[in-house]
């Protein structure tokens, strides 16, 4: 994995869409925070946001098994990872994330900021732009 452009959040999102996601859990600092703002559309988002209780939390309430996420594109500087992705239900994209995460000494996950939309869709890597996009 030490080719891949964000290793840590690149695990992350392949844990968090196996079968035992809560595994993240070991993942993280004991000082973790974390926002992600969760839209599936209209004028409403949810703010799911704390630290491990509320992660915790998270985790009971989301599809296990359901959705997939799919790298586009990520980068590393430092301890900060940013990881540009889609959200996928049975292999078909329904939402574009972006992930930023910033990493402690330990290696642990400190600060988790993730916001997902799907207004919003950006090309997978192999892609062209999609029907009805905007190109220039």
Do not use: C, N
Request: hydrophobic letters at 40%; aromatic letters at 8%.
């Amino acid at each position: 994995m030490s080719g891949t452009a964000a290793p840590f959040l690149t695990a992350w999102f392949d844990i968090l869409d196996g079968d035992e996601p809560e595994r993240i859990l070991g993942l993280i600092a004991d000082d973790f925070t974390f926002s992600i703002l969760f839209s599936t559309g209209g004028d409403s988002a949810t703010d799911f946001a704390g630290g491990r209780p509320a992660l915790e939390h998270y985790l009971e309430q989301r599809e296990k098994g359901v959705l997939t996420h799919h790298l586009v594109a990520a980068s590393t500087s430092g301890r900060s990872e940013l990881f540009l992705g889609e959200v996928r239900r049975a292999g078909v994209p329904v939402a574009s994330f972006v992930a930023a995460g910033q990493l402690g000494a330990s290696g642990r996950l400190e600060r988790l900021l993730i916001g997902r939309s799907p207004a919003v869709r950006f090309d997978a890597p192999g892609q062209t732009a999609r029907a009805g996009a905007r190109t220039s």
